[in-house]
């Protein structure tokens, strides 16, 4: 399915400029810390920017984790044990549960994600979460920008919306 995505993104300058699914990183380069769906996802590409949603690549992934350390006064208490940042929507941070795998994002309520008291459970597992949230019909929930991006776009067009 990436490659096929990536076949339809390099038709259209555009779909090329603002968005990237690059070549996946070698696997000694990828921490052995990740979760597992998310590691073998950076194997495929390492990491991806698709419209609105930003996945981290093995570069980045660990410099990104303070995204997970708990904040005083937050609604949801957070911590690096239980909670891994695989990227962020629309620059709100979505994460992975260590111990079931299942994603799980703030939802766009009109506050900072960190002041929100809904979390919610998008996919069982990374996988499943792309496929289906980002590049998939459920991108346009996640999008601030909703059907109207240059990713939607793609997406319109390959038949995954």
């Keep these: 399915m990436l490659?096929?995505?990536?076949?339809?993104?390099?038709?259209?300058?555009?779909?090329?400029m603002l968005n990237a699914l690059p070549a996946g990183a070698q696997a000694d380069a990828i921490g052995d810390a990740l979760p597992g769906s998310f590691r073998e996802f950076l194997t495929v590409a390492d990491g991806a920017t698709c419209g609105d949603v930003t996945v981290f690549g093995s570069a980045t992934?660990?410099?990104?984790q303070f995204h997970a350390d708990p904040i005083t006064g937050a609604a949801i208490t957070l911590g690096r044990e239980e909670w891994f940042c695989a990227g962020v929507i629309s620059d709100e941070p979505f994460f992975i549960n260590r111990s079931t795998g299942a994603v799980w994002y703030f939802p766009d309520t009109g506050v900072a994600w960190w002041m929100s008291s809904a979390f919610e459970k998008a996919a069982d597992d990374f996988t499943t979460f792309f496929?289906?949230?980002?590049?998939?019909?459920?991108?346009?929930?996640?999008?601030?920008?909703?059907?109207?991006?240059?990713?939607a776009e793609l997406l319109r067009y390959a038949g995954r919306l």
Excluded: H, I, K, N
């Design 3 to 16: 490659a096929e995505l990536r076949d339809q993104q390099a038709g259209r300058e555009e779909w090329r």
């Design 131 to 151: 496929l289906q949230w980002v590049a998939g019909r459920e991108y346009v929930r996640l999008s601030a920008t909703g059907p109207e991006d240059q990713w």
């Design 61 to 64: 992934v660990d410099q990104m």
